[in-house]
T-cell receptor
Framework: AQTVTQSQPEMSVQEAETVTLSCTYDTSESDYYLFWYKQPPSRQMILVIRQEAYKQQNATENRFSVNFQKAAKSFSLKISDSQLGDAAMYFCAYRSLLRFGNEKLTFGTGTRLTIIP | DTGVSQNPRHKITKRGQNVTFRCDPISEHNRLYWYRQTLGQGPEFLTYFQNEAQLEKSRLLSDRFSAERPKGSFSTLEIQRTEQGDSAMYLC?????????????FGNGTRLTVT
């Protein structure tokens, strides 16, 4: 079974600075997807960024980028120019590409990000 | 696109009572998922539907839990004889199912408190 580990329960960053959230995972599969989801307080979870494991190029979405190290099974999220609206719980998630059971996401325990004005 | 809707937002019930939650996915999304999230944890997969067919169930889904999606549109999750350990946020998500990487759209969840 796959596992996802987020070793930072809480992080804080000064507004406009850069912060990196770490995520490691364990799998025996070679093809899979990785995601970062954001869950603001009392609001729904939304997708921030996703990475296909077969792609060597790191995904980027505006101020959000990932550092995907497949051999190390590491998938960190970098947020540049942090904004107050970035404050949320951030979850790293894994999705298998096996034909059966490929629909479910396996989530880490999350990192609570605080933005300091 | 009005998003995934879940009702009720909060439910407080006494131990031993039955509860039912409803999820309305984004229209035309044929895939629907239920997750459970306890305090300080990430969401855990419970079950998944493609149209009206329930294709996968987690071992977390004990016999007291049942989910349905009768016409391939909205879904219900029922918990019978609730226990205090059932207290959690129950999240519903849907996706279009187009391709392997169609993103999940989550609802706001139903928070269940069992006293």
């Amino acid at each position: 079974a796959q596992t996802v580990t987020q070793s930072q329960p809480e992080m804080s960053v000064q507004e406009a600075e850069t912060v990196t959230l770490s995520c490691t995972y364990d799998t025996s599969e070679s093809d899979y997807y990785l995601f970062w989801y954001k869950q603001p307080p009392s609001r729904q979870m939304i997708l921030v960024i996703r990475q296909e494991a077969y792609k060597q190029q790191n995904a980027t979405e505006n101020r959000f980028s990932v550092n995907f190290q497949k051999a190390a099974k590491s998938f960190s999220l970098k947020i540049s120019d942090s904004q107050l609206g970035d404050a949320a719980m951030y979850f790293c998630a894994y999705r298998s590409l096996l034909r059966f059971g490929n629909e479910k996401l396996t989530f880490g325990t999350g990192t609570r990000l605080t933005i300091i004005p | 696109d009005t998003g995934v809707s879940q009702n009720p937002r909060h439910k407080i019930t006494k131990r031993g009572q039955n509860v039912t939650f409803r999820c309305d996915p984004i229209s035309e999304h044929n895939r629907l998922y239920w997750y459970r999230q306890t305090l300080g944890q990430g969401p855990e997969f419970l079950t998944y539907f493609q149209n009206e067919a329930q294709l996968e169930k987690s071992r977390l889904l004990s016999d007291r839990f049942s989910a349905e999606r009768p016409k391939g549109s909205f879904s219900t999750l029922e918990i019978q004889r609730t226990e205090q350990g059932d207290s959690a946020m129950y999240l519903c998500a849907s996706s279009s199912g187009q391709g392997d990487n169609s993103p999940l759209h989550f609802g706001n969840g139903t928070r269940l408190t069992v006293t």
